[in-house]
């Protein structure tokens, strides 16, 4: 059965430090792994999927298959950042397997 | 906004009712989807239909059930309502079955 985990589910970091959110699956078929992101009040939304092979507001995610592992980093982090982030995993016609999610926190 | 919409925002309700939630999709898109948040179950995929049949079952109870009218929106049905199925509920859609999935802004249900 497919699984995403997101081991954290806290993190607190300050503004200008590097931020890494780590995501790992589980899944017995061919990957296909997203991140969304929840700002406060707001509704989910897509960040960035690992076939588009973009960065979204400094973001970054690769898909590591030997690892299992689609970690999503930036650099830098901005206050703005602040927000709860889904690893998800797509599954059997279009379905989506969520992680538990990250509460992100940036520090000013 | 032609995004997705969902109605109520919030819902209070007592155990042992029976609730109806609706979505409206994106304009254009065919496929909907439905996912239940909870504190101790994160976000659970519940059901998919696409141009008005089902397409795709996950962890729905059978007190659940949904349909997609022949307009596109969907009604989400809960029904012998218990404690434990307060939760946030959401909508997405997408063009069609394979394609990015968009989130409505959800529906808090409290069972009281």
């Known amino acids: 059965a497919q699984r995403v985990t997101q081991p954290e589910k806290l993190l607190s970091v300050f503004k200008g430090a590097p931020v890494e959110l780590k995501c790992n699956y589980s899944y017995s078929g061919s990957p296909e792994l997203f991140w969304y992101v929840q700002y406060s009040r707001q509704r989910l939304q897509l960040l960035l999927r690992?076939?588009s092979r973009e960065s979204i507001k400094g973001f970054t995610a690769d898909l590591n298959k030997g690892e299992t592992s689609f970690h999503l980093k930036k650099p830098f982090a901005q206050e703005e950042d602040s927000a709860m982030y889904y690893c998800?995993?797509?599954?059997?016609?279009?379905?989506?397997?969520f992680g538990k999610g990250n509460q992100v926190v940036v520090i000013p | 906004d032609s995004g997705v919409t969902q109605t109520p925002k919030h819902l209070i309700t007592a155990t042992g009712q029976r609730v109806t939630l609706r979505c409206s999709p994106r304009?254009?898109?065919?496929?909907v989807y439905w996912y239940q948040q909870s504190l101790d179950q994160g976000l659970q995929f519940l059901i998919q239909y696409y141009n008005g049949e089902e397409r795709a079952k996950g962890n729905i109870l059978e007190r659940f059930s949904a349909q997609q009218f022949p307009d596109l929106h969907s009604e989400l049905n809960l029904s012998s309502l218990e404690l434990g199925d307060s939760a946030l509920y959401f909508c997405?859609?997408?063009?069609?079955?394979?394609?990015?999935?968009?989130f409505g802004p959800g529906t808090r249900l409290t069972v009281l």
């Open positions: 998800a995993l797509l599954y059997g016609n279009n379905r989506l397997a």
């Open positions: 997405a859609s997408s063009p069609q079955v394979t394609d990015t999935q968009y």
């Open positions: 304009s254009g898109d065919l496929s």
């Open positions: 690992h076939i």
